[in-house]
């Protein structure tokens, strides 16, 4: 999977949650700057790589997103 699928996929994660990406990065320790530089666009043809700490990061607190989610789902 490449850098550019996995930040699309963050993204998509983040708005089934209803969470800007800026809050996940926040959790995450990764600066919403950083990550936009990680993303190809008309502006940025060619990103900065992101390092797997950092995405690791960034999926864990979507993940925790999601659980959260969940529970409150599930409580209610």
């Known amino acids: 999977m490449d850098q550019q699928t996995i930040i699309s996929e963050f993204e998509a994660r983040a708005r089934a949650v209803g969470k800007p990406m800026s809050d996940i990065c926040a959790s995450a320790g990764v600066h919403p700057t950083t990550f936009s530089r990680w993303k190809r666009t008309e502006k940025n043809p060619e990103p900065v790589g992101a390092t797997l700490a950092?995405?690791?990061?960034i999926d864990a607190a979507l993940t925790a997103a999601e659980s959260v989610l969940s529970n409150d789902r599930d409580a209610a």
Do not use: A, G, N
């Open 54 to 57: 950092s995405l690791s990061r």
